[in-house]
């Protein structure tokens, strides 16, 4: 846990954002810009000279590219050493996005009309076609590793597995890359050998998605996802235009031969069918928390994790969730996301799982008290039926009841 923390004296730490199988994610503040960044540290066991070439070539790819439609990319550190933590990290500080995932707006604003999901599908398009021209495959489009922020505005977040024309992907050919569901055919045959329609491919299972509110194979078995994408058997879209339906089967033909060849191609249909370029997004999403250092007047430097459990949340049916941690977060898991929370409700089987968000609520601790905020969650949290003002720390006592959408749980200590 590096909240708290400053490195090089210079990015404070806020809060952890979310983590994945190669690295954790973090909120800080660069205090020589003021502005809010994003740092990205590799978890250290991943860290050898194998993957240092892959961070190094997401650096490098980064680097190139200065789009409205992409992250920006402000610092890095490889294997620097931090005195403070007696560590040795490797890292990337990058533009600090705010808004939501395209995956949370799906899941809680889908189907989307047909002008809304062709307008953000028009945007990514856009940040494909400058990444493509500098010869970049991007290998993971997906709805998670894209951002909608506040105004409507569609950004790619995550290049981990990007690679360019005079790189060769670190991936061997019999090891697949990227996230299966959104992967074109001859990304799973043979990862290290697709080219930009690849990425074609994948923002048309996102624009797919969008328009439906599901996914063109819908089985949670890898087998039979990966068998149907390359045999080509993806379930037909429907409740769409003719020419939206067009445009889809166009971007997910099996045969890359028979693709709409580019990113650029792909944003001339979409605005011949809309009939112009920009259109206003009307998706209204409420707004983020992981602001949470200008609503709040918790100091949220958070000391190193518990030793053992104080408190524990209890379900209705009785079962004992420990909070290990000095800050957890809890929600759901969702499979097209890698990413889980720290206390997942949805592999607890609980019945009403489905209506908390990824990232509900985070309950963590301040000196010897304890505090739950709600994270943006879509259905709210509510503490002893008070819902809460997302953003807003609230403090926790022996007994209190917490909803995340309608699951219950109580607040209790361990030694009950």
């Given at each position: 846990?590096?909240?708290?923390?400053?490195?090089?004296?210079?990015?404070?730490?806020?809060?952890?954002?979310?983590?994945?199988?190669a690295a954790t994610v973090y909120l800080a503040r660069d205090y020589q810009t003021g502005q809010m960044v994003v740092v990205k540290v590799v978890h250290p066991h991943m860290?050898?000279?194998?993957?240092?070439?892959?961070?190094?070539?997401?650096?490098?790819?980064?680097?190139?590219?200065?789009?409205?439609?992409?992250?920006?990319?402000?610092?890095?550190?490889?294997?620097?050493?931090?005195?403070?933590?007696?560590?040795?990290?490797?890292?990337?500080?990058?533009?600090?996005?705010?808004?939501?995932?395209?995956?949370?707006?799906?899941?809680?604003?889908?189907?989307?009309?047909?002008?809304?999901?062709?307008?953000?599908?028009?945007?990514?398009?856009?940040?494909?076609?400058?990444?493509?021209?500098?010869?970049?495959?991007?290998?993971?489009?997906?709805?998670?590793?894209?951002?909608?922020?506040?105004?409507?505005?569609?950004?790619?977040?995550?290049?981990?597995?990007?690679?360019?024309?005079?790189?060769?992907?670190?991936?061997?050919?019999?090891?697949?890359?990227?996230?299966?569901?959104?992967?074109?055919?001859?990304?799973?045959?043979?990862?290290?050998?697709?080219?930009?329609?690849?990425?074609?491919?994948?923002?048309?299972?996102?624009?797919?998605?969008?328009?439906?509110?599901?996914?063109?194979?819908?089985?949670?078995?890898?087998?039979?996802?990966?068998?149907?994408?390359?045999?080509?058997?993806?379930?037909?879209?429907?409740?769409?235009?003719?020419?939206?339906?067009?445009?889809?089967?166009?971007?997910?033909?099996?045969?890359?031969?028979?693709?709409?060849?580019?990113?650029?191609?792909?944003?001339?249909?979409?605005?011949?069918?809309?009939?112009?370029?920009?259109?206003?997004?009307?998706?209204?999403?409420?707004?983020?928390?992981?602001?949470?250092?200008?609503?709040?007047?918790?100091?949220?430097?958070?000391?190193?994790?518990?030793?053992?459990?104080?408190?524990?949340?209890?379900?209705?049916?009785?079962?004992?969730?420990?909070?290990?941690?000095?800050?957890?977060?809890?929600?759901?898991?969702?499979?097209?996301?890698?990413?889980?929370?720290?206390?997942?409700?949805?592999?607890?089987?609980?019945?009403?799982?489905?209506?908390?968000?990824?990232?509900?609520?985070?309950?963590?601790?301040?000196?010897?008290?304890?505090?739950?905020?709600?994270?943006?969650?879509?259905?709210?949290?509510?503490?002893?039926?008070?819902?809460?003002?997302?953003?807003?720390?609230?403090?926790?006592?022996?007994?209190?009841?917490?909803?995340?959408?309608?699951?219950?749980?109580?607040?209790?200590?361990?030694?009950?």
């Amino acid at each position: 846990m590096l909240t708290g923390h400053t490195l090089r004296g210079r990015y404070h730490i806020y809060d952890r954002l979310g983590a994945g199988g190669a690295a954790t994610v973090y909120l800080a503040r660069d205090y020589q810009t003021g502005q809010m960044v994003v740092v990205k540290v590799v978890h250290p066991h991943m860290v050898d000279d194998q993957f240092i070439g892959r961070f190094q070539r997401e650096i490098n790819l980064l680097q190139q590219i200065n789009n409205p439609y992409v992250i920006r990319l402000y610092d890095w550190a490889l294997r620097e050493y931090d005195p403070a933590l007696g560590e040795t990290l490797s890292y990337i500080v990058a533009e600090f996005v705010e808004g939501h995932t395209l995956a949370e707006v799906i899941d809680t604003r889908a189907p989307l009309s047909e002008t809304d999901a062709l307008t953000i599908a028009r945007q990514v398009a856009l940040g494909l076609a400058d990444i493509h021209a500098k010869g970049i495959v991007h290998r993971d489009i997906k709805s998670q590793n894209i951002m909608l922020t506040p105004n409507n505005q569609a950004k790619l977040i995550d290049f981990g597995i990007a690679k360019a024309p005079n790189q060769a992907t670190l991936t061997a050919s019999s090891h697949f890359a990227g996230t299966l569901y959104y992967a074109a055919p001859e990304q799973i045959l043979e990862a290290h050998t697709v080219d930009h329609r690849a990425d074609i491919y994948s923002l048309g299972v996102v624009l797919y998605e969008m328009l439906t509110g599901g996914l063109p194979v819908k089985s949670r078995e890898f087998g039979t996802v990966a068998s149907r994408i390359i045999a080509g058997k993806l379930d037909p879209i429907t409740g769409v235009s003719e020419p939206v339906a067009e445009l889809v089967n166009g971007m997910l033909a099996h045969r890359v031969e028979r693709r709409i060849p580019s990113a650029e191609e792909v944003i001339r249909r979409i605005e011949a069918i809309t009939g112009g370029g920009r259109q206003p997004v009307s998706v209204e999403m409420p707004m983020p928390t992981t602001t949470v250092w200008s609503r709040t007047a918790i100091d949220t430097s958070i000391p190193p994790k518990e030793t053992a459990p104080a408190f524990v949340l209890m379900t209705k049916a009785g079962q004992v969730i420990p909070l290990t941690l000095v800050e957890t977060i809890v929600g759901r898991s969702h499979p097209r996301d890698p990413a889980t929370p720290d206390i997942d409700l949805w592999s607890l089987g609980l019945e009403e799982a489905r209506t908390a968000s990824r990232r509900h609520c985070r309950i963590f601790k301040q000196d010897d008290q304890y505090f739950i905020e709600d994270l943006g969650s879509m259905n709210g949290t509510r503490l002893n039926d008070q819902l809460l003002t997302p953003g807003q720390a609230y403090p926790l006592s022996e007994g209190d009841q917490i909803a995340a959408g309608r699951v219950l749980l109580t607040f209790r200590r361990a030694s009950q």
